[in-house]
């Protein structure tokens, strides 16, 4: 198993045409099919295996079913699979963005969610069948319309959306598989409402601002408590007031675009408040002007209480009886 840092992914994703233009003409297809699985991956934060490597021991996972050993496409079949949490995604990948979109890529789509939901006894609804292109085409958006009920899932998404929300599991670096389900079910909302491409890329771009903005929001005090502590870690001082952690933070990029994408300004209260709530720091009293003084923990305080609350949690603790 080798891993891709989702920001690499993301990084590769934003400037597809140049990173698949690496490879041979022949091979841009089934790089375009690994780095959307690889997408996924880093959305939902599970290992990432080919099927060469595949390790099926590991119950969460994505696997891309094409081969790393000598590039080749996956064989008849969903080109990857996302085995989530309570849900599963087929992932389809394609690069046309013609006509042919929906005669070669739609139908294979379906026929291939209907043998899945089959062969391993699920419903429909534990199911998503996502097809992933540059461009949606308006006869794929037509089909996936007009499919007879109760159908399978199928969710449409075009390679500028997949970046939102990629970028949106890396800011919001504990979100829960259940996220991104609501957002599908809502794409499911879009794709009935609209009645061509230009309606649905409007109605998909705000029900993603409205799904970031509620994501992020749940991750508000655990994002500037890590940032906060990465703050103090870096100034490597044992004592740092809030004053001082709120300069850096108002001039920190990712910490701008997150604040902006919620609404909202930070405020020392915020910095205090996610800080102890986290347990990444400890007060250490006041300076004469009234200002928190705090103490970042150290690193290998805060990952051994992380895992005995792991513990608990999966009741390996013996304070479970």
């Excluded at 099926?56 to 000598?70: A, F, K, L, P, Y």
């Excluded at 890329?201 to 601002?209: P, V």
């Amino acid at each position: 198993m080798i891993m891709v840092a989702p920001r690499t992914t993301l990084r590769y994703l934003r400037k597809y045409e140049q990173y698949l233009n690496t490879f041979p003409r022949n091979q841009r297809s089934i790089y375009f099919e690994k780095l959307i699985a690889q997408t996924f991956a880093g959305i939902l934060n599970l290992p990432f295996y080919s099927s060469n490597n595949d390790d099926v021991n590991v119950r969460h996972r994505v696997t891309w079913c094409g081969s790393d050993i000598e590039p080749s496409a996956a064989p008849p079949g969903p080109d990857a699979i996302a085995r989530a949490y309570e849900f599963q995604i087929l992932i389809e990948p394609t690069l046309k963005t013609g006509s042919n979109q929906w005669s070669q890529e739609f139908a294979a789509s379906i026929r291939h969610g209907q043998d899945y939901v089959n062969q391993y006894g699920l419903t429909p609804t534990e199911v998503y069948v996502t097809l992933v292109a540059p461009k949606l085409h308006i006869d794929t958006l037509r089909s996936i319309r007009q499919q007879p009920r109760p159908q399978l899932n199928v969710i449409p998404i075009e390679v500028s959306s997949l970046i939102d929300i990629l970028g949106t599991s890396i800011m919001a670096f504990s979100m829960r598989h259940l996220e991104l389900r609501k957002l599908f079910n809502q794409i499911c909302d879009c794709v009935n409402f609209s009645s061509s491409i230009p309606k649905f890329r409007e109605s998909l771009s705000d029900t993603i601002s409205r799904w970031q903005e509620d994501v992020l929001k749940l991750e508000r005090n655990a994002f500037i408590g890590v940032k906060s502590y990465e703050v103090m870690r870096k100034i490597g001082r044992g004592h740092i007031g809030t004053s001082e952690i709120l300069d850096k933070l108002q001039r920190h990029p990712l910490v701008t675009q997150y604040l902006k994408i919620i609404d909202e300004r930070i405020l020392p209260a915020h910095i205090q408040e996610s800080l102890i709530q986290q347990s990444l720091a400890s007060q250490l009293g006041k300076t004469l002007e009234g200002e928190e003084l705090f103490c970042p923990v150290s690193r290998v305080d805060y990952k051994s209480r992380q895992e005995k609350l792991i513990r608990v949690v999966e009741g390996r603790s013996a304070w479970i009886t």
